[in-house]
DNA sequence: ATAGGGTTAG
């Protein structure tokens, strides 16, 4: 005690009256000109002699107050110094200071920005007296380090304690509420600003609408948006984010360009955002665009964006682009390695997927991740490399990289051995793997039953999955393919009838095309199109033209219960046949026609496109929601397996 | 003093 008086007796005089009853609270209560040696400590910190301000702080002793205190943590935090930090914290336990909220609020920042978040989180501990800064500092903390659980239950704290939140904590916390099961908690939230005033704040918005969007919720995100009395960067770019995330790209891509015109100036997230749009919409022109503006900004160096581009490129079908944005980056992260290698994969280029990942693994900068595996795994089975695949597997299980093998990576497996034949293996290996099969495992073994025509095993597999998954009409079809492959007709009518009791839905197949800048998208059947007439009669001289050279309507992948002229004629009304017939009349001979399917590629669409890229001379590019099938002289990349 | 949006897979 005696020692605090001695610290206390140089306060300033006029204060000496009240010199015991509290601690000083805020900055502006010692006037810095009254304390010669904390000045000094003070100069030293700003001129960033550290070092030397440390020294003189052991040598002050008990003389370091709270000016001399603050300067030295706040040259601490700016180098993110822990050690010397550190330090400062010891000397004030030995000098036996009791700091004021302020530094220790300083004290959890300093320690948080070095990732000593129990450290942090003692000094908090130890407090009598908090303000919304301390609490803040260490929920934002939490948040931004994944521990979400620890910053709810810090901020319900904060609230018991009465401690009203401010826009900083709001903003914070509204990143823990993500994602569909931190909907409600985030809906408690967002009525909680309301009542505080904050709703129209820049940055508690933007939050606000990102965790409507993330929840799927994305009007209720777009209102938010709107009701924005300002608007920055980040809003903009998290509520076009918010559509592209959903899969609504042609929404985001129509965002940004609105907000483009309205003066939004983008940065590099901007742009990696609407990529990701144009990655999904495979608008190569538009994405060249962008690509362009990159170029002309001063924003071509960010990882960020251009992995962004690898992807972009690779999912509009331009590798070589990918590969060149790949090779031109003077630093990559795992994800600059994985998109490439997804991009090989889904291309079906086995052979680059094992050369990129033996690069890679040379790479000391870069270390293999659990998406890594995938893409090497799904690569090896879409390149038809079944022994590369499951040797790689092998590793894994052996665990050279501590990282183990999810359920994706199972899944990837079943689908090796499918490819390789090996059906019953592939039904062995499920039953013994150490998770409880999904319908994408099912679904890929059935897949490898249909191009085996393995009826037993295929049997069994689709009642599993229909279990688990009883009104996806795909697996009827698929199941529907099998039996026709084996001639088992009557069967082929008993899963119709099956459909017809599930009321199995279908979801909408789409499929679209890119002329220039503009998507020409359709459906099933569709008559929208202001060139439908010229588009249905190239689909007829087109089937009339490759039945010729052998072409076979499979009906076996229409389950409505008609006769067989309108099954015929609700097979070539599908999407794709449409996209085709229309690529084949809108791009010039010697261009490749390149079109994506929202699903699967069915067996017979599949068939029509090989046979019309040798009775045409024409490259089909074809991209589904599994990979690219690239179709020429009737070969297709995927070798009829996908 | 404390705060918001982003890239690969499924």
Known sequence: MIRKVTVFSLRPVRLKTNRFSSLPTSPTSEPASQFPPNSILKTMCINGQLNEALLEMAIQGEGVRFEGYDSLLNECVNRRALREGQRVHAHMIKTRYLPPVYLRTRLIVLYTKCDCLGDARHVL??????????????????????????????????????????????????????????FDRGRQVHSLIIKSNFESHIFVGSSLLDMYAKADRIHEARSVFERLPERDVVSCTAIIAG??????????????????????????????????????????????QVHNRVLRSDLSSYVVLQNSLIDMYSKCGSLSYARKVFDGMPERTVISWNAMLVGYGKHGIGREVIELYELMRKDKQVKPDSVTFMAVLSGCSHGGLVTEGLNIFNEMITDQDGIEPEIEHYG?????????????????????????????????????????ANVLVGEYVAHRLFEIEPHNAGNYVILSNLYASAGRWADVTYIRQLMTEKSVAKEPGRSWINLGQTIHTFHASDRSHPRREEIFEKVRELSAKIKEAGYVPDLSCVLHDVDEEQKEKI??????????????????????????????????????AKFLSKAYRREVSLRDSNRFHHILGGICSCGDYW
Not at 264 to 276: H, R
Not at 438 to 449: P, R, V
């Open 412 to 452: 990837c497996v079943v689908d090796l051995l499918g490819r390789a034949g090996e059906v019953e293996k592939a039904l062995t290996f499920i039953e013994q793997m150490p998770f409880k099969p999904t319908a994408a495992i099912w679904g890929s073994l059935l897949g490898a039953c249909r191009v085996h």
């Open 571 to 608: 097979l070539l009304g599908h999407s794709e046949k449409l996209a085709l017939a229309f690529g084949l009349i809108g791009i010039p001979h010697g261009l490749p026609i390149r079109v994506v399917k929202n699903l699967r590629i069915c067996v017979d669409c599949h068939n029509f």
């Open 243 to 288: 559509y592209a995330q959903l899969g609504l790209d042609e929404e985001a891509l129509e965002l940004f360009c609105h907000l483009q015109r309205e003066g939004m100036k983008s940065n590099y997230v901007t742009y990696a955002s609407v990529l990701t749009a144009l990655s999904g919409l495979a608008a190569l022109d538009q994405g060249r």
């Open 125 to 182: 501990d130890e407090m009598h007296e908090r303000n919304v800064v301390s609490w803040t500092a260490m929920i934002s903390a939490y948040s931004q380090r994944g521990h979400t659980l620890e910053a709810l239950g810090l901020f319900v704290q904060m609230l018991r304690s009465g401690t009203p939140p401010n826009e900083f904590t709001f903003a914070t916390i509204l990143t823990c509420c993500s994602g569909a099961c931190g």
